[in-house]
Protein backbone atom coordinates (compact mmCIF):
# COMPACT_ATOMS: atom_id res chain seq x y z
CA UNK A 1 0.00 0.00 0.00
CA UNK A 2 1.50 3.70 -1.01
CA UNK A 3 1.48 5.67 1.81
CA UNK A 4 0.66 9.75 0.55
CA UNK A 5 3.82 11.66 1.26
CA UNK A 6 1.89 13.81 3.53
CA UNK A 7 -1.25 12.06 4.92
CA UNK A 8 -1.58 8.07 6.64
CA UNK A 9 -3.88 6.76 9.28
CA UNK A 10 -0.81 7.53 12.48
CA UNK A 11 0.85 11.29 12.27
CA UNK A 12 3.86 10.32 14.87
CA UNK A 13 6.13 13.45 15.26
CA UNK A 14 9.56 12.89 17.15
CA UNK A 15 11.53 9.83 16.02
CA UNK A 16 12.98 8.98 19.96
CA UNK A 17 12.80 5.46 21.53
CA UNK A 18 8.84 6.56 21.65
CA UNK A 19 8.45 7.73 18.32
CA UNK A 20 9.98 4.32 16.96
CA UNK A 21 7.82 1.95 19.32
CA UNK A 22 5.02 3.58 17.98
CA UNK A 23 5.47 3.52 14.52
CA UNK A 24 6.30 -0.33 14.83
CA UNK A 25 3.52 -1.00 16.76
CA UNK A 26 1.01 1.28 14.34
CA UNK A 27 2.00 -0.70 11.63
CA UNK A 28 2.08 -4.00 13.33
CA UNK A 29 -1.56 -3.55 13.58
CA UNK A 30 -2.12 -2.93 10.09
CA UNK A 31 -1.83 0.59 9.88
CA UNK A 32 0.13 3.67 7.78
CA UNK A 33 1.93 5.95 9.51
CA UNK A 34 4.06 9.32 9.25
CA UNK A 35 7.26 9.10 11.26
CA UNK A 36 8.92 12.96 11.45
CA UNK A 37 12.03 13.84 13.42
CA UNK A 38 14.32 17.46 13.53
CA UNK A 39 17.71 15.22 13.13
CA UNK A 40 18.96 12.55 10.99
CA UNK A 41 19.16 9.77 13.52
CA UNK A 42 16.34 8.02 14.98
CA UNK A 43 16.52 7.00 18.65
CA UNK A 44 16.52 10.25 20.76
CA UNK A 45 17.88 9.89 24.24
CA UNK A 46 19.71 6.09 23.60
CA UNK A 47 21.54 7.90 19.99
CA UNK A 48 21.42 11.87 19.17
CA UNK A 49 21.27 12.41 23.58
CA UNK A 50 23.91 9.53 23.71
CA UNK A 51 22.97 8.17 26.95
CA UNK A 52 23.72 4.40 27.22
CA UNK A 53 20.22 2.21 28.07
CA UNK A 54 19.59 2.50 31.67
CA UNK A 55 17.61 -0.66 32.72
CA UNK A 56 16.38 -2.35 35.65
CA UNK A 57 17.24 -5.79 36.84
CA UNK A 58 14.99 -8.05 34.57
CA UNK A 59 15.80 -6.64 31.47
CA UNK A 60 16.79 -9.82 29.74
CA UNK A 61 13.42 -11.61 31.00
CA UNK A 62 10.46 -12.20 29.21
CA UNK A 63 9.17 -9.29 31.28
CA UNK A 64 10.48 -6.89 28.83
CA UNK A 65 8.55 -5.58 25.76
CA UNK A 66 8.80 -8.48 22.86
CA UNK A 67 9.97 -5.77 20.61
CA UNK A 68 12.06 -3.84 23.41
CA UNK A 69 13.88 -7.06 23.46
CA UNK A 70 14.42 -7.35 19.83
CA UNK A 71 15.88 -4.17 19.77
CA UNK A 72 18.62 -5.27 22.24
CA UNK A 73 19.04 -8.65 20.31
CA UNK A 74 19.78 -7.04 17.44
CA UNK A 75 22.35 -4.11 18.74
CA UNK A 76 24.21 -7.34 19.98
CA UNK A 77 24.48 -9.05 16.78
CA UNK A 78 25.47 -5.89 15.15
CA UNK A 79 28.96 -6.38 17.22
CA UNK A 80 28.71 -10.17 16.58
CA UNK A 81 28.73 -9.53 12.90
CA UNK A 82 30.94 -6.43 12.39
CA UNK A 83 33.02 -6.34 15.26
CA UNK A 84 36.10 -8.02 16.06
CA UNK A 85 35.25 -9.67 19.32
CA UNK A 86 37.29 -12.03 21.17
CA UNK A 87 35.87 -15.55 21.28
CA UNK A 88 34.55 -15.01 24.78
CA UNK A 89 32.94 -12.13 24.60
CA UNK A 90 31.34 -13.42 20.69
CA UNK A 91 29.37 -16.48 22.61
CA UNK A 92 28.09 -14.27 25.53
CA UNK A 93 24.45 -14.54 25.73
CA UNK A 94 24.70 -10.59 27.04
CA UNK A 95 27.35 -9.57 25.48
CA UNK A 96 28.07 -5.65 26.90
CA UNK A 97 30.17 -4.43 24.16
CA UNK A 98 31.53 -1.57 27.02
CA UNK A 99 31.68 -3.69 30.06
CA UNK A 100 30.06 -0.63 31.68
CA UNK A 101 28.36 -1.20 34.60
CA UNK A 102 25.15 1.63 34.25
CA UNK A 103 23.52 -1.03 31.77
CA UNK A 104 24.30 -4.24 30.81
CA UNK A 105 24.12 -3.28 27.34
CA UNK A 106 26.47 0.10 27.17
CA UNK A 107 27.52 0.56 23.61
CA UNK A 108 27.74 3.23 21.11
CA UNK A 109 25.08 5.51 20.01
CA UNK A 110 26.16 4.83 16.31
CA UNK A 111 25.52 1.22 16.68
CA UNK A 112 21.82 1.51 17.89
CA UNK A 113 21.51 4.14 15.24
CA UNK A 114 21.96 1.89 12.67
CA UNK A 115 19.67 -0.32 14.01
CA UNK A 116 17.19 1.17 14.66
CA UNK A 117 17.01 2.34 10.74
CA UNK A 118 17.17 -1.36 9.59
CA UNK A 119 14.12 -2.23 12.17
CA UNK A 120 12.15 0.14 9.94
CA UNK A 121 13.82 -0.61 6.66
CA UNK A 122 11.02 -3.26 5.78
CA UNK A 123 8.22 -1.08 6.36
CA UNK A 124 9.83 1.86 4.70
CA UNK A 125 10.28 0.05 1.71
CA UNK A 126 7.16 -1.34 1.20
CA UNK A 127 5.77 2.31 1.60
CA UNK A 128 3.66 1.65 4.88
CA UNK A 129 5.90 4.10 6.88
CA UNK A 130 7.14 7.68 5.33
CA UNK A 131 10.07 8.83 7.23
CA UNK A 132 10.71 12.62 7.20
CA UNK A 133 14.16 12.98 9.19
CA UNK A 134 15.55 16.40 9.39
CA UNK A 135 11.88 18.48 9.80
CA UNK A 136 11.05 20.85 12.67
CA UNK A 137 7.19 20.72 13.58
CA UNK A 138 6.39 24.55 13.25
CA UNK A 139 2.49 24.69 13.64
CA UNK A 140 -0.34 22.23 14.16
CA UNK A 141 -4.26 23.21 13.47
CA UNK A 142 -6.83 21.94 16.34
CA UNK A 143 -10.39 22.42 15.80
CA UNK A 144 -12.22 21.29 19.13
CA UNK A 145 -11.43 17.98 19.89
CA UNK A 146 -9.59 17.18 17.23
CA UNK A 147 -5.74 17.72 15.64
CA UNK A 148 -6.31 18.29 11.92
CA UNK A 149 -2.65 18.57 10.90
CA UNK A 150 1.45 19.26 11.73
CA UNK A 151 2.64 21.99 9.96
CA UNK A 152 6.85 20.56 9.65
CA UNK A 153 10.02 22.56 8.24
CA UNK A 154 12.45 20.94 6.09
CA UNK A 155 16.14 22.26 8.14
CA UNK A 156 18.43 21.75 5.00
CA UNK A 157 16.07 23.54 2.84
CA UNK A 158 13.21 25.48 5.25
CA UNK A 159 10.53 24.36 2.51
CA UNK A 160 6.95 23.64 4.53
CA UNK A 161 4.58 21.11 4.37
CA UNK A 162 1.36 20.07 6.17
CA UNK A 163 1.07 16.64 7.45
CA UNK A 164 -2.49 15.06 8.03
CA UNK A 165 -2.67 12.07 10.39
CA UNK A 166 -6.07 10.54 11.18
CA UNK A 167 -4.23 9.42 14.72
CA UNK A 168 -1.72 12.00 16.07
CA UNK A 169 1.48 11.12 18.39
CA UNK A 170 3.69 13.58 20.05
CA UNK A 171 6.78 11.63 20.65
CA UNK A 172 8.71 15.08 21.10
CA UNK A 173 11.32 15.22 23.84
CA UNK A 174 10.11 17.89 25.01
CA UNK A 175 6.08 17.73 24.27
CA UNK A 176 6.72 19.90 21.41
CA UNK A 177 2.99 19.40 19.91
CA UNK A 178 1.30 20.47 23.26
CA UNK A 179 2.04 24.07 23.29
CA UNK A 180 1.59 23.95 19.18
CA UNK A 181 -1.50 22.39 19.08
CA UNK A 182 -2.39 24.30 22.59
CA UNK A 183 -3.25 20.93 24.66
CA UNK A 184 -3.66 21.58 28.27
CA UNK A 185 -0.45 20.44 29.53
CA UNK A 186 1.73 21.52 32.40
CA UNK A 187 5.81 23.00 32.95
CA UNK A 188 8.01 22.31 35.87
CA UNK A 189 7.05 21.62 39.45
CA UNK A 190 3.39 21.27 40.70
CA UNK A 191 2.83 22.40 44.35
CA UNK A 192 2.39 20.04 47.28
CA UNK A 193 -1.44 21.02 47.38
CA UNK A 194 -1.75 20.27 43.91
CA UNK A 195 -0.85 16.36 43.57
CA UNK A 196 -0.10 15.67 47.86
CA UNK A 197 3.16 14.16 46.79
CA UNK A 198 5.39 14.20 49.76
CA UNK A 199 8.23 15.16 47.54
CA UNK A 200 6.34 17.99 45.90
CA UNK A 201 7.65 21.82 45.87
CA UNK A 202 5.19 23.59 48.75
CA UNK A 203 4.83 25.91 45.95
CA UNK A 204 4.16 25.22 42.32
CA UNK A 205 7.17 26.50 39.93
CA UNK A 206 7.33 26.31 35.85
CA UNK A 207 10.67 27.02 35.69
CA UNK A 208 11.53 24.44 38.31
CA UNK A 209 13.04 21.91 35.16
CA UNK A 210 15.53 19.33 35.85
CA UNK A 211 18.97 19.79 34.23
CA UNK A 212 20.08 19.23 30.85
CA UNK A 213 23.47 17.20 29.79
CA UNK A 214 25.70 17.92 26.85
CA UNK A 215 27.11 14.56 26.53
CA UNK A 216 30.58 13.41 25.08
CA UNK A 217 32.28 10.71 24.31
CA UNK A 218 36.06 10.31 25.08
CA UNK A 219 38.92 7.57 24.24
CA UNK A 220 41.79 6.61 26.34
CA UNK A 221 44.86 6.79 23.66
CA UNK A 222 47.77 5.68 25.82
CA UNK A 223 50.70 7.83 25.22
CA UNK A 224 49.19 10.53 23.01
CA UNK A 225 48.23 14.27 23.11
CA UNK A 226 44.79 15.39 22.47
CA UNK A 227 44.22 18.47 24.40
CA UNK A 228 41.48 20.56 22.84
CA UNK A 229 41.92 24.32 22.61
CA UNK A 230 40.73 26.34 25.67
CA UNK A 231 36.98 26.66 25.92
CA UNK A 232 35.53 29.79 25.91
CA UNK A 233 33.79 29.75 29.40
CA UNK A 234 36.55 27.74 31.06
CA UNK A 235 37.38 30.34 33.63
CA UNK A 236 33.93 30.61 34.68
CA UNK A 237 33.08 26.95 34.56
CA UNK A 238 36.54 26.55 36.54
CA UNK A 239 35.56 29.13 39.25
CA UNK A 240 31.69 28.92 39.60
CA UNK A 241 30.73 27.53 43.09
CA UNK A 242 27.08 26.81 43.15
CA UNK A 243 25.19 26.48 46.56
CA UNK A 244 24.62 23.26 45.99
CA UNK A 245 27.85 21.49 45.13
CA UNK A 246 30.64 21.36 47.16
CA UNK A 247 33.03 23.84 45.09
CA UNK A 248 33.34 24.10 41.05
CA UNK A 249 32.11 21.10 38.96
CA UNK A 250 35.45 21.03 37.33
CA UNK A 251 36.38 18.61 39.99
CA UNK A 252 36.23 14.90 40.82
CA UNK A 253 34.14 15.97 43.32
CA UNK A 254 30.20 16.00 43.37
CA UNK A 255 27.25 15.41 45.36
CA UNK A 256 25.40 11.61 46.58
CA UNK A 257 21.77 11.78 45.21
CA UNK A 258 20.53 9.91 47.79
CA UNK A 259 22.63 11.31 50.66
CA UNK A 260 23.24 14.57 49.41
CA UNK A 261 26.86 14.15 51.18
CA UNK A 262 30.14 15.23 49.69
CA UNK A 263 31.99 12.20 47.59
CA UNK A 264 34.54 11.99 45.48
CA UNK A 265 34.95 9.82 42.46
CA UNK A 266 37.96 9.60 40.77
CA UNK A 267 38.08 8.98 36.65
CA UNK A 268 40.15 5.45 37.29
CA UNK A 269 41.15 3.89 40.09
CA UNK A 270 44.69 2.97 39.55
CA UNK A 271 46.37 3.57 36.83
CA UNK A 272 44.31 3.93 33.41
CA UNK A 273 46.07 0.99 31.93
CA UNK A 274 45.30 -0.90 35.24
CA UNK A 275 41.68 0.14 34.45
CA UNK A 276 41.15 -1.27 31.05
CA UNK A 277 41.54 -4.97 32.21
CA UNK A 278 40.06 -4.47 35.60
CA UNK A 279 36.75 -4.67 37.61
CA UNK A 280 36.66 -1.24 38.45
CA UNK A 281 33.44 1.06 39.66
CA UNK A 282 35.42 4.27 39.05
CA UNK A 283 34.10 7.11 36.54
CA UNK A 284 35.30 5.28 33.54
CA UNK A 285 33.68 2.03 33.65
CA UNK A 286 30.31 3.34 34.62
CA UNK A 287 29.23 4.30 31.00
CA UNK A 288 32.28 2.72 28.92
CA UNK A 289 30.98 1.99 25.70
CA UNK A 290 33.70 -0.04 24.01
CA UNK A 291 35.75 -2.35 25.75
CA UNK A 292 39.34 -3.26 24.42
CA UNK A 293 39.40 -6.29 26.82
CA UNK A 294 35.81 -7.27 24.54
CA UNK A 295 37.95 -7.22 21.18
CA UNK A 296 41.10 -9.16 19.50
CA UNK A 297 44.79 -7.86 19.96
CA UNK A 298 43.99 -6.38 16.74
CA UNK A 299 42.23 -4.04 17.25
CA UNK A 300 44.43 -0.85 17.57
CA UNK A 301 41.94 1.48 19.40
CA UNK A 302 41.55 2.22 22.91
CA UNK A 303 38.51 2.15 25.22
CA UNK A 304 35.66 4.70 24.52
CA UNK A 305 33.74 6.12 27.36
CA UNK A 306 30.55 7.89 27.49
CA UNK A 307 30.20 11.51 29.77
CA UNK A 308 26.96 11.96 31.32
CA UNK A 309 28.06 12.77 35.18
CA UNK A 310 27.03 15.04 37.39
CA UNK A 311 29.85 17.04 36.91
CA UNK A 312 28.14 18.35 33.57
CA UNK A 313 24.68 18.89 34.43
CA UNK A 314 23.88 22.52 33.55
CA UNK A 315 21.15 23.54 35.80
CA UNK A 316 21.27 27.55 35.09
CA UNK A 317 18.63 28.06 32.40
CA UNK A 318 15.70 26.54 31.42
CA UNK A 319 14.53 25.67 28.08
CA UNK A 320 10.85 25.76 28.39
CA UNK A 321 8.83 28.41 29.42
CA UNK A 322 11.17 30.83 28.17
CA UNK A 323 12.04 33.00 25.35
CA UNK A 324 14.04 31.32 22.03
CA UNK A 325 16.74 33.65 23.00
CA UNK A 326 17.23 32.07 26.40
CA UNK A 327 16.81 28.53 25.10
CA UNK A 328 19.56 29.26 22.87
CA UNK A 329 21.85 30.22 25.21
CA UNK A 330 21.51 27.08 28.07
CA UNK A 331 22.06 24.96 25.24
CA UNK A 332 25.10 27.45 24.54
CA UNK A 333 26.07 27.34 28.02
CA UNK A 334 25.74 23.40 28.21
CA UNK A 335 27.98 22.43 25.64
CA UNK A 336 30.63 25.32 27.11
CA UNK A 337 30.13 22.97 30.29
CA UNK A 338 31.14 19.87 29.24
CA UNK A 339 33.99 20.98 26.44
CA UNK A 340 35.61 22.83 29.81
CA UNK A 341 35.15 19.63 31.98
CA UNK A 342 36.66 17.74 28.64
CA UNK A 343 39.96 20.37 28.81
CA UNK A 344 39.64 20.46 32.43
CA UNK A 345 40.20 16.75 32.36
CA UNK A 346 42.87 17.08 29.91
CA UNK A 347 44.90 19.38 31.41
CA UNK A 348 44.33 19.87 35.04
CA UNK A 349 42.52 16.74 36.64
CA UNK A 350 44.07 15.04 39.45
CA UNK A 351 45.44 11.57 38.31
CA UNK A 352 44.81 8.83 40.87
CA UNK A 353 48.95 8.11 40.14
CA UNK A 354 50.02 11.05 40.52
CA UNK A 355 50.28 14.15 38.37
CA UNK A 356 47.72 16.17 36.63
CA UNK A 357 45.73 16.29 33.27
CA UNK A 358 45.12 12.80 31.05
CA UNK A 359 45.85 14.57 27.53
CA UNK A 360 45.29 10.98 26.60
CA UNK A 361 41.54 11.54 26.24
CA UNK A 362 40.51 11.98 22.93
CA UNK A 363 37.13 12.93 21.73
CA UNK A 364 35.55 10.75 19.63
CA UNK A 365 32.38 12.15 17.90
CA UNK A 366 32.44 10.08 15.32
CA UNK A 367 30.70 7.35 17.79
CA UNK A 368 27.99 9.64 18.13
CA UNK A 369 27.81 11.09 14.70
CA UNK A 370 29.51 14.76 15.22
CA UNK A 371 32.52 16.63 14.32
CA UNK A 372 33.08 18.03 17.66
CA UNK A 373 32.90 15.06 20.03
CA UNK A 374 29.60 16.24 21.71
CA UNK A 375 26.48 14.46 21.14
CA UNK A 376 24.09 15.62 18.52
CA UNK A 377 21.48 16.75 21.03
CA UNK A 378 21.50 17.55 24.52
CA UNK A 379 20.01 14.52 27.43
CA UNK A 380 16.52 16.41 28.46
CA UNK A 381 15.31 14.48 31.51
CA UNK A 382 11.94 16.64 31.49
CA UNK A 383 9.52 17.74 28.83
CA UNK A 384 5.69 19.71 28.80
CA UNK A 385 3.34 17.27 30.16
CA UNK A 386 -0.61 16.97 29.32
CA UNK A 387 -3.10 16.95 31.59
CA UNK A 388 -4.32 13.73 30.79
CA UNK A 389 -7.12 11.63 31.87
CA UNK A 390 -5.21 10.23 34.75
CA UNK A 391 -1.93 11.39 36.04
CA UNK A 392 0.64 9.20 37.76
CA UNK A 393 1.52 10.81 41.20
CA UNK A 394 4.23 9.73 44.16
CA UNK A 395 1.78 7.97 46.42
CA UNK A 396 1.30 5.47 43.06
CA UNK A 397 4.88 4.27 43.25
CA UNK A 398 6.86 5.71 45.84
CA UNK A 399 7.68 3.81 49.12
CA UNK A 400 8.20 5.75 51.44
CA UNK A 401 3.97 7.49 50.50
CA UNK A 402 2.75 4.21 50.35
CA UNK A 403 4.75 1.96 52.84
CA UNK A 404 7.15 -0.81 52.91
CA UNK A 405 5.88 -4.01 51.09
CA UNK A 406 2.90 -2.26 49.69
CA UNK A 407 3.86 -2.07 46.56
CA UNK A 408 3.10 0.21 43.51
CA UNK A 409 -1.14 1.18 42.30
CA UNK A 410 -2.42 -1.53 40.14
CA UNK A 411 -4.18 0.31 37.21
CA UNK A 412 -6.88 -1.59 35.73
CA UNK A 413 -6.03 0.18 32.25
CA UNK A 414 -2.45 -0.98 32.19
CA UNK A 415 -0.78 -1.25 29.28
CA UNK A 416 3.04 -1.64 29.89
CA UNK A 417 4.98 -2.10 32.74
CA UNK A 418 8.58 0.05 33.50
CA UNK A 419 11.27 0.37 37.54
CA UNK A 420 13.30 3.27 38.07
CA UNK A 421 13.95 5.36 41.26
CA UNK A 422 12.32 8.82 41.34
CA UNK A 423 15.28 10.31 40.13
CA UNK A 424 15.70 13.90 39.66
CA UNK A 425 18.70 15.98 38.78
CA UNK A 426 19.35 19.37 40.46
CA UNK A 427 16.94 22.35 38.59
CA UNK A 428 17.22 25.53 37.36
CA UNK A 429 15.01 26.71 40.28
CA UNK A 430 18.08 25.70 42.54
CA UNK A 431 16.69 22.76 44.14
CA UNK A 432 18.94 19.86 44.77
CA UNK A 433 18.91 16.49 43.65
CA UNK A 434 15.27 14.12 44.79
CA UNK A 435 16.10 10.88 44.38
CA UNK A 436 14.01 8.74 46.17
CA UNK A 437 13.06 5.12 46.04
CA UNK A 438 9.94 3.35 44.11
CA UNK A 439 8.08 0.32 43.37
CA UNK A 440 8.15 -1.14 39.94
CA UNK A 441 4.97 0.20 38.46
CA UNK A 442 2.71 0.16 35.54
CA UNK A 443 1.65 2.59 32.59
CA UNK A 444 -2.11 3.75 32.70
CA UNK A 445 -3.38 3.88 29.27
CA UNK A 446 -4.76 7.40 30.85
CA UNK A 447 -1.92 8.89 31.42
CA UNK A 448 -1.45 9.08 27.56
CA UNK A 449 -4.49 10.63 26.51
CA UNK A 450 -5.22 14.39 27.11
CA UNK A 451 -8.38 15.78 28.51
CA UNK A 452 -9.53 17.66 25.59
CA UNK A 453 -8.66 16.15 22.72
CA UNK A 454 -9.72 12.90 21.03
CA UNK A 455 -7.23 12.28 18.32
CA UNK A 456 -3.83 12.73 19.81
CA UNK A 457 -1.43 10.76 22.50
CA UNK A 458 1.78 11.36 24.07
CA UNK A 459 4.25 9.28 23.40
CA UNK A 460 7.51 10.34 25.34
CA UNK A 461 7.97 12.16 28.40
CA UNK A 462 5.25 14.33 27.95
CA UNK A 463 2.55 11.71 28.63
CA UNK A 464 0.35 12.51 32.59
CA UNK A 465 3.04 12.23 35.00
CA UNK A 466 4.10 14.89 37.53
CA UNK A 467 7.20 16.59 37.95
CA UNK A 468 8.02 14.02 40.53
CA UNK A 469 7.24 10.69 38.96
CA UNK A 470 8.60 11.80 35.97
CA UNK A 471 11.72 11.13 37.18
CA UNK A 472 11.04 7.34 37.39
CA UNK A 473 8.76 7.21 34.34
CA UNK A 474 11.70 9.09 31.68
CA UNK A 475 14.05 5.80 30.99
CA UNK A 476 14.92 3.97 27.86
CA UNK A 477 12.70 1.08 28.51
CA UNK A 478 9.33 2.94 30.07
CA UNK A 479 9.60 5.55 27.00
CA UNK A 480 9.78 2.20 24.49
CA UNK A 481 6.77 1.15 26.09
CA UNK A 482 4.91 4.65 26.40
CA UNK A 483 5.37 5.16 22.73
CA UNK A 484 4.81 1.12 22.04
CA UNK A 485 1.36 1.49 24.11
CA UNK A 486 0.36 4.64 22.13
CA UNK A 487 1.13 3.43 18.67
CA UNK A 488 -0.59 0.57 19.14
CA UNK A 489 -3.60 2.40 21.04
CA UNK A 490 -3.89 4.99 17.88
CA UNK A 491 -4.00 2.16 15.45
CA UNK A 492 -6.83 -0.10 17.47
CA UNK A 493 -8.87 2.80 17.93
CA UNK A 494 -8.72 3.72 14.28
CA UNK A 495 -9.31 -0.02 13.25
CA UNK A 496 -12.71 -0.38 16.03
CA UNK A 497 -13.71 2.71 15.55
CA UNK A 498 -13.39 4.59 18.96
CA UNK A 499 -11.66 6.98 20.18
CA UNK A 500 -8.70 6.01 22.69
CA UNK A 501 -10.59 7.29 25.40
CA UNK A 502 -14.05 5.56 24.57
CA UNK A 503 -11.87 2.30 24.48
CA UNK A 504 -10.23 2.71 28.41
CA UNK A 505 -13.68 3.82 29.39
CA UNK A 506 -15.51 0.63 28.55
CA UNK A 507 -14.20 -2.61 30.56
CA UNK A 508 -15.18 -5.34 27.36
CA UNK A 509 -13.35 -2.74 24.69
CA UNK A 510 -10.45 -2.21 27.32
CA UNK A 511 -9.85 -5.82 27.72
CA UNK A 512 -9.98 -6.65 24.04
CA UNK A 513 -7.25 -4.19 23.76
CA UNK A 514 -5.11 -5.38 26.66
CA UNK A 515 -5.22 -9.12 25.43
CA UNK A 516 -3.77 -7.48 21.91
CA UNK A 517 -1.05 -5.86 23.53
CA UNK A 518 -0.07 -8.81 25.76
CA UNK A 519 -0.41 -11.70 22.89
CA UNK A 520 -0.01 -9.80 19.89
CA UNK A 521 3.06 -7.56 20.30
CA UNK A 522 4.21 -9.48 23.51
CA UNK A 523 3.84 -6.48 26.06
CA UNK A 524 4.05 -7.15 29.53
CA UNK A 525 1.00 -5.64 31.80
CA UNK A 526 2.15 -6.23 35.31
CA UNK A 527 4.89 -7.18 37.69
CA UNK A 528 4.79 -10.37 39.31
CA UNK A 529 3.47 -10.07 43.13
CA UNK A 530 6.49 -10.11 44.61
CA UNK A 531 8.36 -8.23 42.47
CA UNK A 532 5.72 -5.69 42.82
CA UNK A 533 5.51 -5.37 46.53
CA UNK A 534 9.58 -5.56 46.77
CA UNK A 535 11.54 -4.29 44.28
CA UNK A 536 14.23 -6.32 44.34
CA UNK A 537 15.70 -8.93 42.19
CA UNK A 538 15.60 -11.96 44.20
CA UNK A 539 12.30 -10.95 45.20
CA UNK A 540 12.78 -11.60 48.66
CA UNK A 541 12.68 -9.15 51.87
CA UNK A 542 12.12 -4.92 52.21
CA UNK A 543 13.00 -3.13 49.71
CA UNK A 544 16.20 -1.61 49.71
CA UNK A 545 16.62 2.27 49.97
CA UNK A 546 19.52 1.58 47.39
CA UNK A 547 18.15 -0.18 44.62
CA UNK A 548 20.90 -1.27 41.91
CA UNK A 549 20.90 -2.13 38.07
CA UNK A 550 21.00 -5.47 36.59
CA UNK A 551 24.84 -5.56 36.75
CA UNK A 552 24.99 -4.04 40.43
CA UNK A 553 25.96 -0.90 41.06
CA UNK A 554 27.21 -1.64 45.18
CA UNK A 555 30.08 0.38 45.57
CA UNK A 556 28.86 3.75 44.57
CA UNK A 557 25.01 3.77 44.36
CA UNK A 558 23.33 6.49 43.40
CA UNK A 559 24.60 6.72 39.59
CA UNK A 560 21.86 7.61 37.97
CA UNK A 561 20.65 9.46 34.55
Known amino acids: MHVPRNHADVLIIGGGLGGVAAARAALALGRTVILTDAGDWLGGQMTTQAVPPDEHPWIESDLV ?20 LTDQARVEEHLNPGAGFV ?9 SAAVLREMLAPDIASGDLTLLLGHVPVAAERSGNQVRSVTVRERSTGERQTLIGRMILDATELGDLLELADIPHVIGAES ?57 QLSWTDVHPITLAERYRPLFEGTPEEAVHGE ?40 VGVSDETRQEALRSARELTLSF ?30 DGLAREPYIRESRRIRALFTVTEAHIGCEMRG ?53 LAANKNIGTT ?46 FQELLSERLGVSLAWPEEIRRTGRPDATGPILEKQVSSVGIKKWGGFHQ
Open 65 to 84: SRSYRELRERIREHYRAHYP
Open 103 to 111: SALCHEPRV
Open 192 to 248: RDETGELHAPVKADPLDQQAITWCAAVEYRAGENHVIAKPADYAYWRDTVDPRWPGS
Open 280 to 319: HHDLWHYRRILATRQLEPSYDGGDISLLNWPHIDYWELPL
Open 342 to 371: VYWMQTEAPRSEGGRGYPELKLRGDVLGTS
Open 404 to 456: EGAGSEIFDDSVGIGFYRIDLHPSTSGRTYVDIASFPFQIPLGALIPEQVENF
Open 467 to 512: HITNGAYRLHPVEWSIGEAAGAIAAHSLNVGRSPAKVRQEPADLRA
